[in-house]
């Protein structure tokens, strides 16, 4: 699951990077785990990518899926610019 999660981060990194931003610009943080004891072997990983910063973070767990194979953990970020949080509270 370490290398699953590393390995989406990299991919999301990469896709931020094509439009210009980063993962210190990652307002929310969403995870699919199928096993909740390999989430907290994630965390160093998660620091990793967020050294800085701390987006908001969500986790579900997909319960007894029936599903022996597919990734262990699926990630999700969200970037919000600056001028749509304005736009939002104005």
């Given at each position: 699951m370490v290398e699953q999660c590393r390995l989406a981060l990299e991919q999301g990194a990469e896709l931020l990077a094509e439009e210009g931003l980063a993962m210190r610009d990652v307002t929310h943080f969403a995870?699919?785990?199928?096993?909740?004891?390999?989430?907290?072997?994630?965390?160093?990983?998660?620091?990793?990518?967020?050294?800085?910063?701390?987006?908001?973070?969500?986790?579900?767990w997909l319960k007894d899926t029936g599903r022996n194979r597919g990734p262990a953990i699926t990630c999700s970020l969200s970037v919000q610019q600056a001028d749509e949080m304005e736009n939002a509270f104005a």
């Open positions: 995870c699919t785990i199928a096993d909740p004891d390999g989430l907290m072997s994630c965390l160093p990983v998660f620091r990793q990518f967020f050294p800085t910063t701390s987006p908001s973070m969500s986790f579900m």
